[in-house]
């Protein structure tokens, strides 16, 4: 490695995900990594639209890069400043403009273009933008080699949405929903098996609506991969509860591997809001859709995503998103105020929402929320469950763990014990974690259901 490379990546694991591949891509190139900008030859900037000004955000961390790129230059030593993700995606006219020193705008469907664009960019100078959703799909051309480091791994396997709720960017940003095929999945599951992983988590921004090449939906999906040896846990995020078929709810029900949480999100608890926001569902289709799934698999963990305060939200409105958390119960959740995002439906509706009414709503829902949680994680003292150990804890003698609803355990107990699953008693619990004892020596490739 000759060259170093600062990436810095905001938003979903979906950007965490693409931030891996772009290293991958680069590496080839001489590219390792460094955290620190002054010793960068190129800083990646992968943005996330959903972020609260995230345009200005981006714009005065570009302006502190821009100093350092000018030292280096004058040092004799250049380096080369891109900006990925959404906000590129959607902003790309106004980085060129407002940042001409920026080398490379792409958005998140050509980070495979980016060795040609680097390329591109040393040779001509001059801004490289390439903000295409093409024909190809970059999964075809990122490379094989995967970085895994640890025991758990996030998997793409679909991007994009078509449902344009009101609130969101993501249909613009990220362009229709795409599926990957079902092989090249499973080829990277294996890679990722074999290279140490033992929990895969299944990433898309509408993961349930996926419909890859070979197995149809996710559920078969899900079933494939349980079928290789040494993946013992299987999780997928973010889903729709419009697409939470049948065949889905029973592979919660059927696939031991398939752990028992599942993030749902519902965003409001009123039919009207729910309407304003185009999600296509009500809050009683959700609750029913919670009977089915927990009558399918009883120990399921539910968390889901909110936003209080979309245009026309009233007392009332707010109300029954209270009344639906409380009939419902959640294990954790993400609560947000709305906030408008240039080009989408609800940032043109009229009857805005007051900021101290949403601010008002909010600490109450967090407060329902933060209970439910700690209540959730208090249930589990006296509980044994399998705990899949991914390191050492912060303090000596201790080892760290993931329990099945992923919430992080600590428990005294020997070391090296990376990459097994190890039956354990929950003996207390904070907001966050469980601490527990074992009950069990470790099984070192347990959970394990060989085709
Ligand atoms: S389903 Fe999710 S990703 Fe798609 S538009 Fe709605 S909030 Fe955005």
């Given at each position: 490695m000759t060259k170093r490379l600062l990436i810095r990546t905001w938003g979903c694991q979906m950007n965490v995900y693409d931030s891996e591949r772009m290293a991958?891509?680069?590496?080839?190139?001489?590219?390792?990594?460094?955290?620190?900008?002054?010793?960068?030859?190129?800083?990646?900037?992968?943005t996330c639209h959903i972020r609260e000004k995230a345009a200005e955000k981006l714009f005065s961390e570009l302006g502190r890069l821009r100093l350092v790129k000018e030292e280096r230059r004058q040092a004799g030593r250049d380096m080369v400043l891109a900006v990925a993700g959404c906000v590129a995606q959607a902003e790309g006219a106004e980085i060129a403009a407002r940042a001409p020193y920026v080398?490379?705008?792409?958005?998140?469907?050509?980070?495979?273009?980016?060795?040609?664009?680097?390329?591109?960019?040393?040779?001509?100078?001059?801004?490289?933008?390439?903000?295409?959703?093409?024909?190809?799909?970059?999964?075809?051309?990122?490379?094989?080699?995967?970085?895994?480091?640890?025991?758990?791994?996030?998997?793409?396997?679909?991007?994009?949405?078509?449902?344009?709720?009101?609130?969101?960017?993501?249909?613009?940003?990220?362009?229709?929903?795409?599926?990957?095929?079902?092989?090249?999945?499973?080829?990277?599951?294996?890679?990722?098996?074999?290279?140490?992983?033992?929990?895969?988590?299944?990433?898309?921004?509408?993961?349930?609506?996926?419909?890859g090449e070979g197995v149809g939906g996710l559920s078969g999906l899900v079933r494939a991969l349980a079928e290789i040896p040494g993946l013992a846990r299987i999780r997928y995020t973010t889903s729709h509860p419009r697409d939470m078929g049948d065949d889905l709810i029973a592979a919660h029900r059927d696939i031991p591997q398939l752990m028992p949480m599942l993030h749902l999100p519902v965003q409001s608890g009123s039919d009207r809001v729910l309407q304003a926001m185009n999600r296509g569902h009500t809050a009683d289709e959700y609750r029913r859709l919670v009977d089915r799934l927990r009558e399918a698999r009883p120990d399921l963990a539910l968390t889901s995503d909110f936003i209080v305060g979309h245009p026309g939200e009233t007392d009332a409105d707010h109300e029954a998103t209270m009344q639906l958390v409380r009939d419902i119960g959640f294990a954790g959740a993400f609560s947000f105020k709305y906030s408008a995002r240039p080009g989408t439906p609800a940032s043109r509706a009229p009857l805005q929402v007051a900021e101290a009414v949403k601010d008002a709503r909010l600490?109450?829902?967090?407060?329902?929320?933060?209970?439910?949680?700690?209540?959730?994680?208090?249930?589990?003292?006296?509980?044994?469950?399998?705990?899949?150990?991914?390191?050492?804890?912060?303090?000596?003698?201790?080892?760290?763990?993931?329990?099945?609803?992923?919430?992080?355990?600590?428990?005294?107990?020997?070391?090296?014990?990376?990459?097994?699953?190890?039956?354990?008693?929950?003996?207390?619990?904070?907001?966050?974690?469980?601490?527990?004892?074992?009950?069990?020596?470790?099984?070192?490739?347990?959970?394990?259901?060989?085709?």
């Open positions: 991958e891509v680069l590496a080839p190139l001489g590219f390792g990594p460094t955290e620190a900008p002054e010793e960068a030859d190129m800083v990646i900037l992968n080398d490379i705008v792409m958005g998140p469907q050509t980070i495979h273009r980016l060795p040609e664009m680097v390329a591109r960019a040393s040779r001509a100078g001059g801004l490289v933008l390439d903000t295409d959703f093409p024909e190809e799909s970059k999964f075809d051309h990122l490379p094989e080699a995967r970085t895994q480091q640890g025991v758990t791994a996030f998997l793409t396997v679909q991007e994009g949405c078509d449902k344009f709720c009101s609130f969101c960017v993501v249909p613009y940003t990220r362009g229709a929903e795409t599926s990957r095929p079902a092989a090249a999945v499973l080829a990277e599951a294996r890679r990722l098996v074999e290279a140490g992983a033992r929990e895969i988590t299944l990433l898309g921004q509408n993961v349930n609506a996926y419909h600490a109450e829902l967090q407060a329902l929320l933060a209970e439910q949680q700690r209540g959730f994680n208090a249930a589990r003292v006296g509980q044994e469950f399998d705990v899949l150990v991914t390191g050492p804890g912060r303090h000596p003698g201790q080892i760290a763990g993931r329990s099945p609803w992923l919430q992080a355990v600590h428990a005294e107990g020997p070391q090296g014990l990376e990459g097994s699953i190890i039956r354990m008693q929950a003996v207390s619990a904070t907001a966050n974690s469980l601490t527990c004892v074992l009950k069990d020596s470790a099984k070192p490739l347990p959970e394990q259901h060989a085709a």
